[in-house]
Structure formats: structure tokens, C-alpha cells
């Protein structure tokens, strides 16, 4: 773990410019915090033109960005140099420098190099690239306990501890394109426009700061429930029970999409999670267990 903390010191550091740059990329973009609704900033969303991952709220996340930023300069440093060896190569072994080219088949010293090398290249990212892996498989004793469900084309949810149910539709699911009645329901929930094919009529609500385990399969095709800003993604598979885990770390409003191809309604199944405080969450609970009790057996 100490090696760990230090190649990501050292990665952070070498490459603060170009991340900073993203950065402002995105923020040029219009990519940072741009509406609230019911006091909570919409923060997970995809942003037109974006350049970037969106804004980590999870370790998960946080850890898999670095990973990946790490595995980026290492392709980049390897792409340059194999560029300018390419160019050296034209260069100094052209036929005009060379009439007489040199007669061998083998170089030993330059074949094991070139074996060994590559190696010890994936030997490293692999080093860092398992506990980034299994810090999201090994699935911890969760404080929240959700079961979620992907159909065509929406996705239901239980909250088994608080004997809660609920199905979760896309704001003007079955109304074609955006109309003024869509735009209607979405200002009604807080929404604009842009968060057409986004925004659901209900979404997850989950404490900040808790441990949230869910359980995910499929009720009739392959779905897949993500949330990039908070870096899960897990496939629904009918009949099979897989988990994912995350702990969100920031309040607010996250966007996600099914991402595996379930029919032709497959854009039109989104995501909605909100992170809020613990007393707002523990009074949605109340109010929930009210509005969507789960039908007795």
C-alpha cells in the first residue's frame, strides 16, 4: 500500500498540468455545477463537448480515474517513444545513407529487451490495476441494502430492510420527443430541458457518507446499472444475482444509463440517484414507507 500511495504521489504530481487542463477544459465547456433541484446540485450528468470523466464521488471512482490517468501517460511515453525511433530509424537506415545495407537476422541483447521490456510494463500496471479491481469486488457489510431490477424499459427497486418498492420511469417515457407536455413534467420535478432522457419520475435516494450495497439482476433481457460518477457498473443478468458497492461522498444528483443493449427502448431507461444528508434521507424513509410500501407476498 505504501508503494501504492507513492507512485500515485508521483503520478499526481507529473501529471497535475495535463489533468489541469482537462479540467479547465471542462469547466470551458460548461461542465461544472449548473442547477440545483430541491437544494441538491446536479453534478453527475454528461456534458456537451465534455473532454473529461465526470467528477469522482466515490472512492471507486476516484481510484479508477487514477488508474486510468496512470495507464495514460504510460501509452503516451511509449507512443512517443516508438514515434521517434520510427523517425530515427528513416532517417539514419535510409537506402540514400545506407547503399549497402547490413547482412544479420538476429540480435539477441535487442530481442530480449524488446520481450522483457513489455513485461515488466504490464507486471507494473498490473500491480496497481488488482487492488483498484478488488477494492470493487470485495463487497462490504453495506448500510443501505438495495435490490434493483432492470425490465424493459425501467428499472424497479427494494429496499428489503425498510420493505419498500418502487419502479422508476424516464420523465416522458412513451411521449416520443421533447414536447411541452415533457417539459411541463420536468420543470414539475425541478428539471430543464437538457435533462430530458436523464431526469426519472423517482429516483434512489442513499445517505452520504453510508455504505450502499445493491443487489442487481435482470427480469427479462441483459440490463446493465451504472453510474459513472460514482464509477460502478454491473450487468443484469435474468436469473443471476450479482452486487456492486459504492459510498457516496458528496451530495447531490447523479445521472446513469443502462449501458447494455436491451430493445428498442434501451436509451430511454435512466438512472437517477440522490445522495442527501442522513436526516433527509431517514425522512424520505417515513414518507416512502407511506407512498411505496412493498406488496405483501
Known sequence: MRLLQTVRTLA????????????RAQEAAGNGVEATVDGLPIIGQPRP????????????????????NMVDWIILFIVLFVTALLLWVIYRFSARRNPNPAQFTHNSPLEIAWTVVPIVILVFIGSFS???????????????????????????????????????????????????????????????????????????????????????????????WT?????????????????????????????????????KDHAFMPIQVRVVSPEAYAAWLEQAKVDFPTPAS
Open 227 to 263: 453510474i459513472p460518477a460514482f464509477g460502478v457498473k454491473q450487468d443484469a443478468v435474468p436469473g443471476r444475482l450479482a452486487h456492486l458497492w459504492f459510498n457516496a461522498e458528496q451530495e447531490g444528483i447523479y445521472f446513469g444509463q443502462c449501458s447494455e443493449l436491451c430493445g
Open 49 to 68: 463537448n465534455g473532454v473529461y470523466f465526470q467528477p469522482s464521488a466515490t472512492g471507486i471512482a476516484e481510484n479508477t480515474h487514477w488508474l486510468g
Open 12 to 23: 499526481a504530481a507529473s501529471g497535475a498540468a495535463f489533468l489541469g487542463a482537462a479540467a
Open 130 to 224: 488488482l487492488p483498484v479491481l478488488f477494492n470493487q469486488q470485495e463487497i462490504p457489510e453495506g448500510d443501505v441494502h438495495i435490490k434493483v431490477t432492470g425490465y424493459q424499459w425501467y428499472w424497479h427497486y427494494d429496499y428489503p430492510d425498510e420493505a419498500i418498492s418502487f419502479d422508476s420511469y424516464m420523465i416522458g417515457y412513451g411521449e416520443g420527443n421533447l414536447n411541452d407536455t415533457i417539459r411541463a413534467d420536468l420543470q414539475a420535478a425541478g428539471f430543464s430541458d437538457a435533462h430530458f432522457k436523464l431526469a426519472t419520475d423517482t429516483a434512489v435516494m442513499v445517505p452520504v457518507g453510508a455504505t450502499v450495497v445493491m443487489t442487481v439482476t435482470g427480469g427479462d433481457v441483459i440490463h446493465s
